[in-house]
């Protein structure tokens, strides 16, 4: 897959970019079906981030590909594996793993300020997101916002839970609390693309990003982003990371490849 100079630049300088007409338009009426389907039959790890008694539904699932066809079809046979070769320069990508986060209108729930990478049971550079649009999205009904350049700072918060009610509490990891990002970054340093189905944003595991809630009436806001890995990951099973109910076999410091973490491009 061809990237031009110019995305690669703004992904290593902002730790986002926008990508538009890499994927086949299919993708896309077929992530709506499997992500309904998928609605009406969570997972294990599905979670309700939502107040139901104030708010409509904020749904979040995990992991879906390994028990999902439609799912585990996006993923091996779509664009995104080599997106992320291209744009990260690596010469294989693992499967980390996938994430389904759908904001129904009127869902009024923000997503937290957070960096992906403290969550996660690994380290390396090469670690992204594809967050796959299925409709329109804008600031208005839930558009991701990123702090630009936030990855290259060489800072990294201690997670936080999405939701208020049955939410996971992270153990001590020796990081600092975020800090409160609308109140200490300047507006121009915070992005927020606008995105018609079928284009992606990319974003590096550092980067410090958002989302506010769905203040739309009409326009859902399904998002499903793969997290992908290249050549220098590898399995850091430290202190205060999401426990993912699922334990891959590997040692500290093991490349990922493994049956949960398949090779799924390789150069």
């Known amino acids: 897959m061809i990237l031009t100079n110019g995305l690669k630049e703004t992904y290593r300088n902002d ?8 994927f086949d338009p299919k993708w896309v009426d077929f992530l709506r079906n499997a992500t309904d389907e998928n609605m009406r ?8 981030y939502a107040n139901a008694e104030n708010s409509t539904r904020f749904f979040g699932d995990q992991f879906i590909w390994i028990r999902n066809e ?8 779509s ?3 080599s997106l992320a070769a291209a744009l990260m320069g690596a010469s294989k990508i693992n ?7 759908v904001k129904e209108p009127g869902s009024i729930e923000a997503t937290p300020w957070h960096q992906d990478g403290p969550y996660w049971k690994i380290k390396g550079e090469q670690i992204c997101s594809i967050w796959f649009a299925m409709d329109h999205v804008s600031e208005e009904n839930g558009g991701v916002r990123y702090v630009k350049g936030s990855h290259r700072n060489g800072k990294r918060y201690r997670p936080q839970s999405f939701s208020g009610e049955g939410h996971v509490e ?9 800090p409160d990002i609308d109140q200490t970054v300047s507006v121009k340093d915070i992005i927020c693309y606008e995105l018609a189905p079928g284009d992606c944003l990319i974003h590096h595991a550092n980067t410090i990003h958002g989302a506010l809630g769905n203040k739309s009436a009409q326009s859902r806001r399904r998002g499903y982003a ?5 050549d220098d990951v590898v399995w850091d099973p430290r202190k205060g990371t999401t426990d993912d109910m699922h334990d891959p076999g590997l040692k500290p410091g093991d490349p990922l490849d493994s049956e949960l973490f398949p090779v799924v491009w390789r150069k």
């Open 70 to 77: 439609a799912f585990r079809k996006f993923v091996f046979e």
């Open 226 to 230: 793969t997290r992908w890995a290249g």
């Open 79 to 81: 664009e995104a594996a």
């Open 15 to 22: 730790g986002v970019v926008k990508v538009s007409g890499v």
């Open 170 to 178: 992270y153990g001590e990891t020796g990081l600092a609390t975020m």
């Open 41 to 48: 039959n969570p997972g294990v790890m599905a979670e309700e």
């Open 95 to 101: 499967m980390f793993f996938d994430h389904l986060l």
